[in-house]
């Protein structure tokens, strides 16, 4: 069966520290990977997205990153960190764009 | 361009009630596929059902049932009978388009009280 890994769980960085956030997929090969940030409010912010290895796409303009330097490798980074990158970040993955999403348990970035 | 409104924020209910979700979408292309998804309080979103554009059929599973009228573009889900385990934000989201990357809806707050 498939799992996803999101590590770390919560984590509290000052502002302008760099971070990264990784997010692997087990059990499965070449899926969509997805990086979604949910702020308070709750709604879901879709960062980044990917279909292959390499691939990368934006959907939202920022001081964020992400790489996929393995096939079910997904890291998500900045160089600085703002304090409105505050939030909670989901990772999730997909065999498809139109198949459902499978999500991990998410990182908790608090930004002091 | 598609889009997902959840105009219910939070929805409060006593256990035993029945409680239903709206959702209702937008976009201009045929093929398309709508996704419900539970977050429960411990944060990681929890996937429900998957509907595509050409399936009307509404969809049972246990307390929970899924309305999908494409006249009113909307796709609705009920629980019967709630209970406290229910409890959670519940997006609905839309994948259409080339890419099928998925929109989701702000999600509904559903606060069952015992």
């Known amino acids: 069966s498939q799992t996803i890994h999101q590590w770390p769980a919560t984590l509290v960085q000052p502002v302008g520290s760099p971070l990264s956030l990784e997010c692997t997929v087990e059990?499965?090969?070449?899926?969509?990977l997805y990086w979604y940030r949910q702020a308070a409010g709750r709604g879901l912010q879709l960062l980044f997205y990917?279909?292959?290895?390499?691939?990368i796409s934006s959907e939202v303009p920022q001081n964020l990153s992400a790489s996929r330097p393995q096939d079910r490798q997904f890291i998500l980074s900045s160089k600085k960190l703002l304090l409105s990158d505050s939030g909670f970040y989901l990772c999730?993955?997909?065999?498809?764009?139109?198949?459902?999403?499978?999500f991990g348990p998410g990182t908790r970035l608090t930004v002091t | 361009a598609q889009k997902v409104t959840q105009a219910q924020t939070e929805i409060s209910v006593v256990e035993k009630e029945d409680v239903t979700l709206d959702c209702v979408y937008e976009?201009?292309?045929?093929?398309?596929?709508l996704f419900w998804y539970k977050q429960p309080p411990s944060g990681e979103l929890v996937f429900l059902i998957r509907?595509?554009?050409?399936?009307?059929q509404n969809e049972i599973s246990g307390r929970y049932s899924w309305n999908f009228q494409k006249s009113t573009s909307s796709f609705n889900f009920t629980i019967t009978a709630s209970q406290v385990v229910d409890s959670a934000v519940y997006f609905c989201a839309l994948a259409s388009g080339g890419s099928y990357i998925p929109t989701f809806g702000r999600g509904t707050s559903l606060i069952v009280h015992p």
């Open positions: 509907r595509n554009s050409f399936d009307e």
């Open positions: 999730a993955w997909s065999v498809a764009g139109f198949d459902e999403q499978y």
């Open positions: 990917s279909v292959g290895i390499g691939q």
């Open positions: 976009t201009r292309d045929t093929t398309y596929y």
């Open positions: 059990g499965t090969s070449n899926p969509n």
